[in-house]
């Protein structure tokens, strides 16, 4: 694809011809072979043609619309009529799937309905519609994701009224995978049970908790279990100071000797090893 049609991020179109300004119409070809849109087959032929607009994401500050030439097709294959269809733009749709999935990050950082119907110089009922679509279809991607090799499990507080969270993240590619509100086997119940790929697992890392490790055994019945290191590390250290205050019980109120218990003895200086 030449230089000048990647502005379009659309395959198979080219720009034919520019004009206007805002907004901005955009006279584009499309150049691959048309098929059916019921078999896919490349065996049609051309009934009649059409001259289609559809909405294009923003070009700078500018809205674009991109206006082309589309034909009604009868398939020798299937035997069916139907009309010519695009990637990049749905059926039904008069705008294409790039613009509408720049409406959906749009409005989930912040930008009102308001702003992008101004923007977009669509109703907030198409604003929304729109962001509905985009929302489903990515929640449906991530209920057949399949449950990574390595997975690390934690919880986090976020606040009195939505309570505990448990994360689960793939740690071989540093990802988050998912959030799920809730940290018992009753909240976490629904979720695990439909989980794609779970008897693949290999290995979980996590934290010592006894009701995670209950979950973790019956859901994940082939993973191996590894305790995190921080909070390994954490409880070796916890036994370490009540070894020293039972040793010496003054120990437990000299706050410097305590900082030099806890310090690596490479990293102590000469006065603080004398």
Request: aromatic share 10%.
């Amino acid at each position: 694809m030449p230089k000048n049609n990647l502005i379009l991020n659309l395959p198979g179109f080219s720009i034919v011809k520019v004009s206007g300004y805002q907004p901005l119409l955009l006279d584009v070809k499309y150049n691959r072979l048309a098929r059916c849109s019921h078999c896919h087959s490349k065996q049609v032929r051309k009934k009649a043609s059409y001259i289609r607009t559809v909405h294009h994401e923003l070009i700078g500050h500018r809205r674009s619309i991109l206006r082309f030439k589309a034909y009604k097709l009868y398939c020798h294959t299937c035997c069916r009529y139907g009309n010519q269809q695009f990637p990049g733009i749905n059926k039904y749709q008069r705008a294409t799937w790039r613009a509408q999935a720049a409406v959906f990050h749009d409005h989930s950082r912040g930008v009102s309905q308001k702003d992008l119907a101004e923007r977009y110089n669509k109703g907030k009922a198409t604003i929304e519609r729109w962001y509905q679509r985009h929302y489903q279809q990515q929640h449906g991607e991530l209920l057949t994701k399949v449950c990574p090799l390595v997975l690390g499990i934690d919880e986090h507080f976020f606040s009195k009224k939505e309570g505990f969270a448990t994360t689960l993240c793939d740690l071989r590619k540093h990802r988050i995978f998912d959030v799920v509100r809730g940290r018992s086997e009753g909240d976490l119940k629904g979720y695990l049970h439909q989980l794609p790929g779970k008897e693949q697992v290999k290995v979980i890392c996590m934290d010592l908790s006894s009701t995670y490790r209950s979950i973790v055994k019956k859901y994940f019945p082939n993973a191996l279990i590894v305790s995190d290191r921080f909070h390994v590390i954490r409880l070796i250290q916890h036994q370490c100071m009540m070894t020293y205050r039972e040793l010496c019980s003054e120990i437990k109120s000299n706050r410097g000797i305590l900082a030099l218990l806890r310090t690596r003895p490479d990293n102590l200086s000469q006065d603080k090893k004398g």
